[in-house]
């Protein structure tokens, strides 16, 4: 996971800024310092006082992942970036089409560990292959969207069901 800072303080913020490229994500839909995560330079610190908000240090990626996990099953879909392209994909992409089903089955069993360690059972991941394709936890969101993903509607919603249902809870 890339360093990560939440704040609404000025000089905190200035002082990560100071040692490393910087991204700003919103802690909700509405109040932000930009509405999708992007870079971030010293001109908006000021704004933090209003906008507790997230920073993380920015990682360069060449593909961004999708995982859902369903609990102690994962699915992963990956969707190449684009040099040059927003950070956000879904400036991009709105609709989320460029990502494709992916088999990491590493990658799998860790996010079913994060999904465990937060408590939660089942979970919507964000994570990001480096230029070495080494992967970086971004976030995780128990209510995330993953419906979009193409064949999610045949592999996780019937594994949703059965787990929601009491079918069976150990999803192996």
Do not use: C
């Not at 100071?18 to 919103?26: E, T, Y």
């Not at 989320?96 to 937060?118: K, M, P, Q």
């Not at 971004?138 to 787990?163: D, I, K, M, R, S």
């Amino acid at each position: 996971m890339p360093e990560t800072l939440a704040t609404n303080s000025p000089e905190s913020a200035r002082d990560f800024l100071m040692r490393f490229p910087v991204i700003a994500k919103s802690v909700s839909s509405g109040v932000g310092l930009a509405p999708h995560p992007d870079q971030i330079d010293e001109s908006v610190i000021p704004l933090l006082v209003g906008a507790p908000t997230v920073l993380q240090r920015m990682v360069v990626a060449s593909a961004d992942l999708r995982v859902v996990t369903v609990g102690r099953r994962a699915w992963i879909w990956r969707r190449e970036r684009v040099e040059g392209a927003p950070i956000d994909w879904r400036l991009s992409d709105p609709t989320g089409s460029g990502f494709r089903y992916s088999r990491f089955e590493e990658l799998e069993d860790l996010a079913i560990s994060v999904t465990a360690e937060l408590g939660l059972t089942t979970s919507v991941q964000d994570w990001a292959l480096d230029k070495d394709s080494l992967p970086w936890f971004l976030e995780a969101n128990p209510v995330g969207q993953w419906l979009f993903l193409e064949g999610a509607e045949e592999t996780v919603a019937p594994a949703v069901a059965a787990y929601l249902a009491n079918v069976d809870r150990g999803m192996s």
